[in-house]
């Protein structure tokens, strides 16, 4: 597994290595062994849940965070195409309210670790995408909060092709300044 240090501290991109010949491929998707040297936790990161999203062209999830039961989250693509993008959101980081985005997708089969403290979204940028994560939490509804895709203070550059689609909750994001953050 290749490890993509990000301008952001404990921010990763992981590059698993692919075995593919005329039959197709195999990739090892998780390996809790290397997992754990990759990020160089102290302690297991435990998972507790996995989920799957489908989305289609232009719908744009994001950005969730959960003030309490904080999600640290495994990502991957394994049809279509999202630019996948992390806010830091710890107030004593250097990196506060920066983000970083890559492309994921069933082609790259690259995954980003989005460690807790972080506001984590997504967007689709070809017809559809089968978007998989693991979490290191259970979903709390109740500490679930989004911040505004378009918040100017983060200016992120959505590689959009018209307008984005988005759920109720995400249209009213909160701005970064008026957000709960973390320490």
Known sequence: ??????PIADLLVLEPRVF???RGFFVESYNERRFQEAIGAPEAVRF???NH?????N???GLHYQVRQPQGKLVRVVAGEVFDVAVDLRRSSPTFGKWFGTILSAENKRQMWVPAGFAHGF????ESADFLYK??????PEYERSIAWNDPAIGIEWPLSGAPVLSEKDRKGTLLADAEVYE
């Open 135 to 140: 979490t290191t939490d259970y979903w709390a």
């Open 59 to 61: 719908v744009l999830r």
């Open 53 to 57: 999203s489908r989305s289609s062209r």
């Open 48 to 50: 507790v849940q996995d």
């Open 1 to 6: 597994m290749n490890i993509v240090r990000t």
């Open 20 to 22: 593919g010949d005329e």
């Open 123 to 126: 967007v689709v940028t070809g």
